[in-house]
């Protein structure tokens, strides 16, 4: 099993893009062991699930090791409730303590993109947003620039409505000739850098050579944190009580850029302690027999 | 997409009150020609403009275009009473705001085509955004009546002036606007009537190549509706949204491969540096329903001219 060992912090297993049709059943059978095998390295494993076969997709994957599934071509609030109904079900069944595991929704469909906020707000248990493979899903194509047809807009959307119902929006900014979660290394990191700045907090990728330069590109640079680091500093030894602001070179330092510094550094230490579990998790693992 | 494949690649928007432009609109090759009561006409020539249509879609269609009307935003009544004829494809609907609107336009035109001897729902309705309360209200509007298959807007002179933003500028002002104008109709499985943006920093209106560019651009990315205001900017127009023999040739081949790795229950492979998936696949069959559609448009065209010109016109 090559995935705990390319530094994933989450591993997929997908029912959906790369199972053929008629494989479908062959696939869930024993997925429970296959979860509780990857999960045993310390990363978290979330499933891939289709909306239209949500009976057998859950029935196939729901176990204590899985920590969420992703549903795709989701499009209505009824599949919303009618998913986290059957995943209650199955917890209860399965002696999962109730609202345990998560769903990421994939809102890769224009009748999903529409009702976002609807759908996103539709269960509890969804703990973050992407747009899937919607580029392929709503046939969006590359534009003269470069850009992907209408993904600006639809990234922006999805942020702003993951930011209201506060959960992180996962994704990343590929251009072409990116298509479909496919890219070489160096695009994955730029993909990943700039997915980073309109607000995405990781991403989903399907060859192993990308999973460090995802981790690369979402994760805050040194230099990054040495910035912010300095910022904080400086802005609470000046700040003093009537004042709310410095000056610090050229730059005003207020309040609200100091939160956004101590972000940076607490999002970098977040990934910092992952990693480190991640490594533990490795290490604990019996070694298999040569 | 929409399921009612309309071929609406280039079309003139002319007004009606002007002799010339009417009597050669069949010759200029156009899918289609709006015939404007709207902006191009005079108020003082509103009334005697509408009384034009009748007798004039007989003229601008000889040549195998459909003939379209822009009516004005505020004489919804009178415009349809004048307009709604045997022959008409489409009312074109400026500054839609809210999706009332359509529903009375809805209402009116049923009523006229049941008056007039029309089949039940064959003129389609353009209800076309150009405001920011038409942007708020895009999906209402776009699904107010199932005559509105085509949906676009939310850029041009009318949402630049309504947004007070510039409108010849390097830059895409209307990224918003057009998002939701196009995810509603996408929504909704209607035809996305937009284009990538290319920058038009001159306002030019009659440029071959520059047409050809927008809509070869348009094309690629999976757009098929144009129009215009120059003849010039016609045939550029047709064959940019037009696709290609090359891209025919290789949709045949996508589609070939696709087949061959079902049999192999493979979900996708990569050849040559191209994938081959679903998506590709259902990429290549609207890319050759799509060409088929267009060689049944430019024939029917043909077989016209042709029955205009044996008639010895």
Same mark, same amino acid.
């Given at each position: 099993? =090559? ?97 345990? %595991? ?125 910035? =912010?680091?300095? %910022?904080?500093? #400086? ?8 004042? #709310? ?22 999002? #970098? ?7 480190? =579990? ?13 | ?22 009597? @050669? ?33 007989? @003229? ?31 009312? @074109? ?54 005559? +509105? ?25 209307? +990224? ?138």
């Amino acid at each position: 099993m =090559a995935a705990p060992q390319s530094n994933t912090d989450v591993v997929l297993l997908d029912l959906v893009e790369f199972v053929a049709e008629k494989d479908k059943p062959s696939a869930r059978e024993g997925l429970t062991e296959t979860i509780r095998q990857v999960g045993e390295s310390g990363v978290d494993v979330f499933t891939l699930i289709d909306s239209e076969l949500l009976y057998a997709d859950l029935h196939s994957c729901v176990c204590p090791e899985l920590t969420g599934v992703v549903v795709s071509h989701l499009e209505t609030v009824a599949q919303v409730e009618e998913a986290d109904k059957l995943i209650g079900q199955l917890e209860d069944e399965r002696g999962i303590p109730p609202g345990t %595991l998560e769903i990421v929704v994939s809102l890769d469909t224009a009748k999903a993109n529409q009702d976002a906020f609807e759908i996103a707000s539709a269960s509890t248990r969804i703990s973050g947003l992407t747009l899937g493979r919607a580029e392929l899903v709503m046939d969006l194509r590359p534009e003269p620039s470069g850009e992907i047809h209408l993904m600006q807009y639809l990234m922006q959307k999805l942020i702003t409505v993951a930011g209201a119902i506060g959960v992180p929006g996962y994704g990343a900014w590929w251009r072409s000739p990116d298509r479909g979660l496919l890219a070489t290394p160096e695009n994955t990191f730029e993909a990943a850098f700039r997915g980073r700045a309109i607000g995405f907090k990781g991403s989903f990728c399907v060859l192993e050579n990308q999973v460090a330069p995802l981790n690369q590109g979402f994760t805050p640079g040194a230099k990054e944190v040495e910035e =912010a680091s300095k %910022l904080l500093e #400086a802005y609470q030894a000046a700040v003093s009580p009537g004042t #709310a602001s410095i000056r610090q070179g050229d730059r005003i330092i207020d309040f609200g850029t100091a939160l956004q510094a101590q972000a940076l550094i607490d999002r #970098a230490a977040a990934c910092e302690a992952y990693d480190n =579990a991640k490594v533990d998790a490795l290490a604990g693992r019996p070694v298999p027999a040569p | 997409m929409a399921d009612h494949l309309g071929v609406h690649r280039s079309g003139l928007t002319m007004p009606v009150v002007t002799p010339r432009f009417i009597d @050669n609109a069949w010759r200029r090759g156009c899918d289609f020609i709006n015939m404007d009561l709207e902006d191009s006409v005079p108020q003082h020539l509103k009334g005697y403009a509408r009384t034009l249509i009748k007798g004039a879609i007989a @003229n601008v269609t000889k040549g195998g275009a459909e003939a379209f009307t822009r009516i004005n935003h505020d004489l919804i009544l009178a415009d349809l009473e004048g307009i709604i004829w045997p022959g008409l494809s489409k009312v @074109n609907y400026p500054k839609a705001e809210y999706a009332e609107e359509i529903q009375t336009l809805d209402r009116i035109i049923s009523r006229l085509e049941r008056e007039r001897g029309i089949r039940p729902g064959t003129v389609e309705i353009g209800a076309n955004i150009e405001t920011s309360v038409g942007v708020a209200n895009a999906y209402d509007i776009a699904a107010a009546s199932p005559r +509105v298959r085509e949906f676009g807007g939310a850029g041009g002179y009318d949402m630049s002036r309504d947004l007070g933003v510039e409108m010849f500028v390097g830059f895409d002002q209307f +990224v918003y606007g057009k998002g939701e104008v196009e995810l509603a109709a996408r929504a909704l499985g209607l035809e996305p009537h937009t284009a990538p943006f290319t920058a038009n920093t001159t306002g030019s209106v009659g440029d071959p190549d520059r047409a050809f560019r927008e809509a070869e651009a348009a094309r690629k990315c999976g757009f098929r509706v144009g129009g215009g205001l120059h003849p010039n900017v016609v045939e550029p127009q047709i064959k940019g949204f037009t696709p290609t023999e090359e891209e025919v040739e290789e949709a045949h081949k996508v589609l070939d491969e696709y087949r061959e790795l079902e049999v192999f229950g493979k979900t996708w492979a990569e050849t040559d540096g191209q994938i081959i998936d679903r998506y590709e696949a259902a990429r290549a069959r609207k890319l050759l329903d799509w060409s088929a559609a267009c060689a049944v448009r430019d024939q029917e065209k043909a077989e016209a001219v042709a029955r205009v010109e044996q008639a010895g016109e």
